[in-house]
């Protein structure tokens, strides 16, 4: 009998986590581009202001994703036409349902739809899945996570799709929170910290609130503090996400610990922040003209070369899913068929799918007529 020589365990899994073939295979494509209608089949509570949404096709389809994407909810509330993004907290591993967990701000609009009115059965439009913050084409080593608040989403994602595959990852999640019971997921990473060896779990908050007893540390993340929790952080690829000052200082303390900011990545936008507004700048006197044709709906209309593709799309009455507005969450992410445009994005595209013939409208600009997939 001949024996075919094995793949060294860690190369194998290891390669599994962050090569894109792995998602691709759990179940069909869905484009950022294209719109569908997602059930809601569950509601957990996670804490006092915090609720998981967990949705499914009605006709039960699969859809692929990459752990720590997001999707893009489009609603209609008090006659406004409103979209949001939200990370998806579930795993890929699990394809027939996805979940997002939402965090109510005050004063938000979405959210507090979200909490207030969507029951189970309720159904929603969704675009996505969307952005670069997962852990695909990176290098296979250590993990460090490194979250606040609802920022713990794309990370409780990574980790499950981790353990699901089996990889045996060796991760240390570190989160920030105001009080013990405003820990997202709190009794699920317990539950995977005392099941899963290669998981250390570390929660540092503000106060100790009602738990007078919380044996954990108290006040905010720094660097004897890092430095104690997880000594070889400077050896770990590191992935955070949370409050942009959060992340701010977080990126300071690594830095002046002398970490390698080769190996840190970070979400590129406020997670369910609202969506940022479409520039709409007047045409410049001379400005050259284009057509852009939308392929699928058959419209046409004209627009300056000084404008993004985005802008004059909202101008001519096309709803197109967007979110940040600067190049950087990939949420307006078309597929360009004829056509030339000036791309100048912040992130929110890789260069396989530019080389696919994708772009991002908020931050393209025509240098010719254009067909774009919409």
């Known amino acids: 009998m001949t024996m075919t020589a094995l793949t060294p ?8 986590l962050n090569d894109a073939r792995t998602w691709s295979a759990f179940g069909a494509a869905w ?6 209608t ?4 569950a509601i957990r509570v996670e804490t006092a202001d915090v609720k998981t949404f967990v949705f499914r096709c009605p006709d039960f389809v699969a859809l692929a994703f990459e752990p720590g ?15 949001r993004c939200y990370t998806l907290s579930s795993t890929p591993t699990r394809p027939f349902s996805l979940a997002i967990t939402v965090k109510r701000v005050p004063g938000g609009p979405v959210s507090n739809w979200l909490h207030d009115h969507l029951e ?6 969704a675009s996505g899945p969307a952005g670069i913050f997962t852990p695909v084409g990176h290098p296979v080593r250590r993990l460090l996570y490194l979250s606040a608040g609802s920022g713990v989403t ?40 005392a099941t899963q060896p290669g998981l250390r779990v570390f929660a540092i ?3 100790p609130g009602a738990e007078a007893d919380w044996q954990g540390a108290l006040g905010r993340l720094d660097l004897p503090l890092l430095e104690r929790l997880v000594p070889d952080f400077r050896e770990r690829e590191v992935f955070i996400c949370g409050p942009q000052g959060y992340m701010d200082a977080v990126q300071r303390t690594l830095q002046e610990g002398g970490f390698d900011l080769a190996h840190f990545h970070q979400e590129s936008f406020t997670i369910g922040s609202p969506a940022a507004p479409a520039e709409i700048a007047p045409t410049a006197v001379g400005a050259a003209l284009f057509t852009v044709t939308l392929a699928r709906s058959g419209k046409v209309f004209s627009m300056a070369g000084d404008q993004t593709v985005l802008s004059a799309a909202r101008r001519a009455g096309v709803i197109v899913p967007s ?12 597929a360009l068929l004829e056509g030339q445009v000036e791309m100048r994005h912040a992130g929110g595209i890789r260069q396989r799918e530019i080389d696919r013939g994708l772009r991002l409208l908020c931050c393209s600009r025509p240098t010719s007529n254009l067909v774009l997939d919409l």
């Open 9 to 16: 365990l860690a190369t194998a899994q290891g390669s599994r």
């Open 323 to 334: 979110s940040c507005g600067q190049g950087l969450c990939g949420t307006c992410k078309t």
């Open 69 to 83: 994407q997001f999707i893009t909810l489009s609603l209609t509330i008090d006659g406004q036409r409103l979209s």
């Open 38 to 41: 997602l059930e809601c089949c």
């Open 205 to 207: 908050c503000e106060a």
């Open 31 to 36: 484009s950022s581009a294209e719109q569908k």
């Open 154 to 193: 794309p990370l409780m994602a990574m980790t499950r799709a981790a353990f699901d595959l089996g990889s045996d990852p060796d991760i240390a999640f570190v989160h920030s929170a105001r009080t013990p019971r405003d820990i997202i997921f709190r009794d699920e990473l317990a539950h995977l910290q």
């Open 120 to 125: 189970v059965g309720s159904r929603l439009q």
